[in-house]
């Protein structure tokens, strides 16, 4: 890689690029997939490769989540789905792999089996692309 390459590799991330969400535990803070792979093509100029080696189903399963809803107990059938994806990507002759996971617990197993897969992807695309540097 040229050293032009290697200085925006190792520029610091700007604040606006990192995003936020609650959850059921705190705040988390992440990266988009989105803008993950637009800066590596904008790096890389588009000479950069990811693959999916395996995507793997590790849990499905059907469970009752029970919750208060305006002082009410409410229960409801969920599907939790979690998959792992091993992600690799390709820049010139050298090569990552990394591992990818994804959850989801929706009411439709379609949305739930979708959501997981999504996430387990987009997990694996960052985590394999982090091995270039800060960007």
Do not use: P
């Not at 050293?3 to 059921?24: A, H, P, V």
């Amino acid at each position: 890689m040229d050293k032009e390459t290697i200085e925006q590799l190792n520029e610091e991330l700007s604040e606006d690029e990192i995003k936020s969400r609650s959850t059921d535990w705190g705040t988390v803070e992440y990266l988009s997939a989105s803008n993950v792979i637009n800066k590596a093509n904008k790096i890389f100029d588009y000479e950069w490769n990811g693959e999916i080696i395996n995507l793997e189903l590790v849990r499905k399963e059907q469970i009752t989540r029970t919750y208060t809803k305006n002082g009410k107990k409410v229960k409801k059938e969920m599907w939790d789905v979690s998959y792992t994806c091993v992600y690799q990507v390709s820049v010139g002759d050298r090569t990552h792999q990394d591992v990818g996971f994804g959850n989801s617990m929706q009411e439709n197993l379609s949305s739930s089996l979708e959501t997981a897969i999504k996430s387990a992807v987009s997990d694996g695309i960052k985590r394999a692309l982090r091995a270039w540097g800060d960007q």
